[in-house]
DNA sequence: TAAGTCGGTTCATATGTCGAACCGTTGTTC
DNA sequence: GAACAACGGTTCGACATATGAACCGACTTA
């Protein structure tokens, strides 16, 4: 691993959960020496990248990201394209909403966008999508380019006892996806959460990401899923058009299938 | 410098101007090997900091930053805080109004708003503002810590034959922005481009950053002059208050005293 | 076909990185 | 208020890692 890696992998240590970590903390986190993690981040400052509380002398995302990020909406305007959609999807089901996009093997989070009807609501505070245990990354499998397959089976990390635990497993998990035009995961990645999703397109007609719901698993009922998925159509349709592609007619296909005959799924619990 | 350092500086030469760089072209415009290069950007794409466009091979920026971008703001809502003042002034002033943040030595540009009042417009594609050339700098310079002057004379660019050339002038200008509460750049970074700046503050009573008025310097005149210093005080009072600060009130009574007594001041040109 | 570009790769060299041990400061405990 | 622990930050020799000239094959141009 390039030195230039290991300090980039500092910054994936911040999250809304934890936006402020100390030079010894980030050491344990990052599990590497504290003075190699000191220059990082001394790095990291001088670019931009981080910042100190001044009073606390903890580590910060810095206001560089900022810039940058306005970059790449300018050059990649899905965050835009995908923001209204979402909020829509969020208020009609009454869940949290989110979007990811892939990039080469890697699902990340764009963004996400809660319900205000409930207290108790699923909160998205991911930075890449585990490909085998969520809704979204379960999509891309089944959608996206074929070699995330040897990725997933690479990293078949079992988050909860629903979690695929084998190749086989996957597969058929994948399978029926494909059949279905949505991405389902059913407390694989935390107990308690109910996730649907359906894939997006973007120019070149390939997979570009996935727009899902993270459901309370104790609200989940069968009318609740029918609501989710064809909201969840309209949002995907809406999504890939602002990102200039077209929803294969496959995939079409499949949904109209999937909410004409709803077919009770087998959920794994 | 370090290798990290090296890496990340290559994300600075993407901008809304140059949004996807090829590796050849990024070697000339850094100034490095071709070799270093490649694995920079290797680095970096393997930490989703960049992307490769997929037919042309070229880099841009990629979804990483949109998600640290996203942790940067839950920490530190600036962007929010601001932008509807932005709006407001650059719908008011028909010129481009931006935000720029202070972190460290360096000021950075945070967001900006283009008027739609006039095809020919001030186009802000600014990664930093230098300090001694820009309305927003001297705002900086006049206002927040004193160090930044050191680091200011140590960076005296001439961009334009307006621009301050050495301590003595840079000096008198800041002193008189201290005395107007107004940052101030007559065509000092880009020929045909008046600014004018207010300084925010954040909960810490500090100087955290500028709001400004970049004005097509043709179009400018004492009454525009006016209606952009008020307009300003206005939204400088709102973002500081958005960013949980208050306006210190030696600030508030140069305002005052400027918008009562509009003194014509001395524009170099 | 020959010369120019491009993205990407190789390998000997030496430069920048690594981590144990060490500061000085701060805040807590008794 | 002395002893202690944890913090952010620094030093230095050993050595892992970055470096860049030269090279490769693919593609464009003339």
Tied chains: 1, 2.
Excluded at 4 to 15: D, G, I, N, Q, R
Excluded at 100 to 113: E, H, P
Excluded at 213 to 228: D, K, Y
Aim: charged share 20%.
């Amino acid at each position: 691993m390039s030195s230039a890696a290991k300090a980039l992998t500092l910054l994936s240590h911040f999250s809304a959960a934890r936006p402020e970590i100390g030079l010894s903390q980030m050491c344990r986190i990052a599990g590497r020496d504290k003075a190699t993690t000191y220059r990082h981040l001394q790095a990291l400052e001088t670019a931009g990248f981080v910042e100190q509380n001044p009073v606390t002398k903890h580590y910060r995302l810095g206001p560089a990201v900022m810039q940058l990020a306005q970059v790449r909406e300018a050059t990649v305007p899905r965050k835009e394209g995908a923001k209204p959609a979402l909020t829509a999807l969020a208020d009609v089901t009454g869940e949290t909403a989110h979007v990811t996009v892939l990039s080469g093997d890697t699902l990340y989070g764009l963004c996400d966008c809660e319900s205000p009807h409930h207290g108790i609501r699923a909160v998205i505070d991911l930075n890449t999508f585990p490909l085998h245990a969520t809704a979204s990354g379960l999509c891309a499998l089944a959608f996206g380019p074929t070699e995330l397959f040897d990725v997933a089976k690479a990293n078949l990390k079992e988050f909860t006892k629903f979690t695929p635990a084998n190749e086989v497993d996957l597969a058929t998990l994948v399978d029926s996806i494909r059949a279905t035009g949505f991405g389902r995961a059913n407390q694989s990645y935390e107990t308690e959460i109910q996730g649907l999703s359906a894939p997006l397109f973007d120019h070149s007609g390939h997979f570009a990401g996935a727009v899902a719901v993270a459901c309370v698993a104790s609200r989940f009922t069968p009318e609740l899923e029918q609501t989710i998925k064809s909201e969840l159509v309209i949002a995907a349709r809406e999504i890939t058009r602002n990102w200039g592609g077209t929803t294969p007619a496959e995939i079409e296909a499949a949904w109209a299938r999937s909410l004409s005959h709803p077919m009770t799924l087998e959920s794994t619990p």
